[in-house]
């Protein structure tokens, strides 16, 4: 197993994940946010595949038949092809509804137009090394995000993370992938506190 | 006013949209589902703008905060950049969690291997023309498309449309578009019978 990386609070990484490795997500000090993408990585590992294979909330959620994922459940592309499972979830309350914080966010959610960090720029930044572009980051699997839908109105609210210290979530790759991932730098989010999130590679069985 | 145009069952169709026109989609038998697409188009309106600007339903259910979106929201793309805006109204249920059917729908979730007309295939083949290639289909936002969340457990739960034989919604394009549109070809999302979608391009004022 490799060490703990820790991602510092409101700010962002990537890497690769190879087929049949797992990825453990920790919320160290607890209400932490991870936003997670995914694509599949070229052969040789040094960048995303062309045409590009993203995560697909919406082709996740309609084979879930859940919008809250967990343990058992598989995160897909865009064509249906599984890109990871779920395979351990100690907090069991995650978001797949909403896109990573922007300065759009924080200027047409909060009315702030001064310079925030934020878990797209996060994202851009580092996947740009393997070649993804802005305008190509997705709709995100947020780790620890608590959003509430009432189920008769529909409206969405953004509560406290579930995740005490400790929490963990596992998935393991089904192809060889290029992950993003942040610690979130949105105030509502992450109960108004900016913490880091750790992360390690279990080897494959 | 144009003329009305009809969407046979099972197929779609593509068109290009100005800014200040307002699309008026229609339900004539009631109980139909139509999936929409949005993307920014080309300042000759031959094509779409690249980088591709593409409908967000992360972006749009955030700033909404609902998943069922009707008169007065915002369709935004993935720069938060508003295309279209809901002016009317008459359903007041319409889906944003979803993607389009695709083949591997009906083989995953109906367990049918043989051919089937989806809204993934109807939407890629008539946007292929104004230059949107497959693997760049969004999550659409499904007029008409009737899904359930239980807001304690997160379950999914596709049901009848409540659309009723007349019911329309109104949407105006707040920049240059190339939309794309269906007739839904998905059994359980129509209440399994197949049904013809009516559109029509009412001028700016």
Chains 1, 2 share one sequence.
């Not at 609070?9 to 209400?31: C, H, N, V, Y």
Request: charge should be negative; include cysteine.
């Amino acid at each position: 197993m490799s060490d703990t990386t820790r991602i510092a609070p409101q700010t962002g990484t990537a890497f690769l994940l190879r087929k049949g490795e797992t990825l453990r997500i920790s919320d160290p000090l607890g209400e932490q946010v991870s936003d997670l993408l995914a694509f599949a990585a070229s052969k040789d590992g040094s960048a995303v595949a062309r045409p590009l294979e993203w995560l697909s909330s919406g082709r996740s959620l309609d084979y879930a038949e859940t919008i809250y994922l967990t343990t058992g459940n598989i995160l897909y592309d865009q064509n249906s092809v599984p890109l990871l499972v779920i395979t351990a979830d100690t907090c069991g309350r995650h978001d797949f509804l909403l896109t990573p914080c922007s300065p759009e966010t924080f200027s047409i959610i909060y009315g702030n137009t001064e310079y925030h960090p934020s878990c797209y720029e996060n994202l851009w930044r580092n996947l740009a090394v393997f070649g993804v572009e802005p305008h190509e980051i997705p709709t995100a699997f947020n780790v620890f995000m608590n959003v509430q839908v009432d189920g008769t109105t529909g409206k969405i609210a953004v509560l406290p993370p579930t995740s005490k210290a400790g929490d963990y979530i596992e998935l393991r790759a089904e192809r060889d992938l290029v992950i993003g991932m942040t610690a979130c730098s949105a105030e509502m989010s992450n109960n108004y506190s900016f913490k880091p999130i750790d992360y390690r590679i279990i080897p494959a069985e």
